[in-house]
């Protein structure tokens, strides 16, 4: 939702007829995602005409606001035909979607500019304030069991191992895979564990029947597609339908034959859920820990073939890039940004080898300010230890469960996030599962991210990257690391 104040000069009594269009910004190339109503003869204006966008928290959002003045005679003109160029601009506000999210109230208020258009005074053409909401449809939930009847066999020697494919049709047509079921064995009338699908789909859902086939090329045995509503009026009936195929010998693409095998709902239950804005807004916040590799596999820092080369132009290494890329999404979920920081794998100065450290070289407080800080505090570990060895993980866990167990125990609304660097295969691998065990109690996830050229297959074949798998949303791991938006997805 979107309301502004003073707009145009207000010394002059100027009052306008405003309009807001919305765009998502992609490295400066402009999206536009909507438009508001025009308000007639307002400087303070308030727009009922809601912006719907999908909130994604795993990448950054940029927002661009661009104001207009309607002239009068286009106000017979459809909102989404004017054309702006013909309009007067009045200003413009710039921000991501989770500066707006982390907010109180998801209320966050900005100040218009003009510079890209050169209009003088920006301090006279007003603000802009964003309210998120979010939509009642993301927190809910339906949960359906399907089972179907006399399908027909598709195996030679064997029947049918059929599972089902569930997808949204898009606006163009094209269906969007969204859920699948599991395999039901050598079974013509196969039940299914039930599905859970966000109940907000406006579109029509297309249910597909396949024969499973262990080379991948599945085959089809039956479609339907149905809305969200007659879903639920068919698990209310108890009424079965059949399923079809596309007609083989028809010219019509359109054509279809249906067939004897049917589909039922036999289960249809909608139930609503808390969702991650939920948490924000209730005081919940993320706390970022970062871990860095400092073992001598990565090379000689002086050298420009080291991971750990610091380049005079100021062009990121490896490891910069993922602290960065993580880092600018997560510290708008940390209001004090104060970040813990070790390394692991380094002997510092008169000392024995260490597998966590203070990187800013405090004996007690590992804590930095903000991603900066953990950038200048990387770089200075960098002159003052010796790169050493072996890479162990066990120590680091432990000392990031310890501070999520404090929080836990002073009752703080915190969720830790501990991103770990590295270069190699972790050495200490029962420590590690033992530690990632005991950490599984506690608010703590944890991000391994693999960089240069080592085999991180070895992660798999220690079990890693599977152990992962089992600890769904506690352990993440990133084998190599490719820069490119949006890792966190």
């Known amino acids: 939702s979107l309301s502004a104040s003073n707009l145009g000069d207000q010394e002059y009594f100027f009052k306008s007829n405003p309009i807001v269009v919305v765009y998502s910004s992609n490295d400066g190339a402009l999206e536009e995602i909507g438009r508001t109503e025009v308000i007639v003869n307002s400087s303070s204006p308030s727009w009922n005409a809601k912006i719907i966008l999908q909130y994604q928290f795993e990448v950054l959002q940029p927002l661009v606001f661009h104001i207009y003045d309607i002239d009068p005679q286009f106000h017979e003109v459809g909102e989404k ?25 998801r209320l966050f208020t900005l100040k218009l500019g003009v510079s890209e258009h050169n209009l003088p005074n920006p301090s006279k053409f007003g603000e802009l304030t964003v309210q998120a909401e ?33 997808s949204r049709m898009s606006e163009n047509g094209t269906p969007v895979p969204i ?38 090329k599945h085959d089809l045995v039956g479609k339907i597609v149905k809305s969200v509503a007659e879903l639920e009026n068919m698990y209310h009936s108890g009424n ?9 010998n028809a010219h019509d693409c359109h054509s279809k034959e249906v067939l004897k095998s049917q589909v039922y709902v036999e289960k ?13 807004s ?45 880092g600018d999404i997560l510290q708008y979920y940390d209001p004090a940004k104060r970040i813990p920081s070790w390394g692991y794998g380094a002997r510092p100065i008169d000392g024995p080898v260490s597998h966590c450290f203070n990187l800013n070289g405090s004996t007690y407080q590992p804590e930095v300010e903000g991603i900066q800080g953990i950038m200048s505090a990387y770089i200075s570990a960098l002159r003052n230890v010796s790169l050493a060895g072996p890479t162990l993980f ?21 969720y830790f996030i501990l991103l770990i660097v590295t270069d190699g295969v972790v050495t200490d691998f029962q420590e590690t599962i033992d530690a990632i065990i005991k ?51």
């Open 81 to 105: 035909m004017l054309k702006l160029e013909e309009q007067q601009f009045l200003g413009e506000a710039i921000c991501n979607l989770s500066d707006v999210i982390t907010k109180q109230n």
């Open 439 to 489: 950490a599984s109690d506690f608010p703590l996830s944890i991000i391994v991210v693999g960089v240069g050229g080592a085999d991180f297959k070895e992660m798999e074949v220690m079990g890693l990257d599977k152990f992962s798998q089992f600890y769904l949303c506690k352990v993440i791991c990133i084998f190599p690391f490719r820069h490119k938006s949006g890792m966190l997805k």
């Open 282 to 326: 209730a005081g919940c916040q993320l706390n970022l820990m970062v871990a860095i590799d400092y073992t001598a596999s990565n090379g000689n820092p002086r050298l420009p073939d080291s991971l750990h080369y610091i380049d005079p132009s100021g062009r990121p290494n490896a490891y910069q890039r993922v602290i960065l890329e993580i």
């Open 394 to 414: 066990g120590p680091l866990l432990s000392t990031a469960t310890a501070i999520a167990s404090q929080s836990l125990t002073s009752n703080q609304q915190k």
């Open 240 to 248: 079965g339908e059949n399923f079809f195929v596309p007609a083989s």
């Open 179 to 216: 859920c699948k079921t599991e395999v039901r064995k050598n079974d013509l009338n196969p039940k299914w564990k039930p599905v859970i699908m966000n109940l907000q789909q406006e579109n029509p859902l297309m249910i597909e029947c396949f024969n499973f086939s262990s080379n991948g």
């Open 268 to 280: 249809y239950l909608e139930n609503s859920r808390h969702t991650f804005i939920d948490y924000i």
């Open 134 to 166: 979010e939509s009642a449809g993301s927190k809910a939930l339906m949960e359906m069991v399907f089972h179907c009847s006399d399908l027909e066999i598709k195996d030679l020697l064997s029947k049918s191992d059929p599972f089902l494919l569930i």
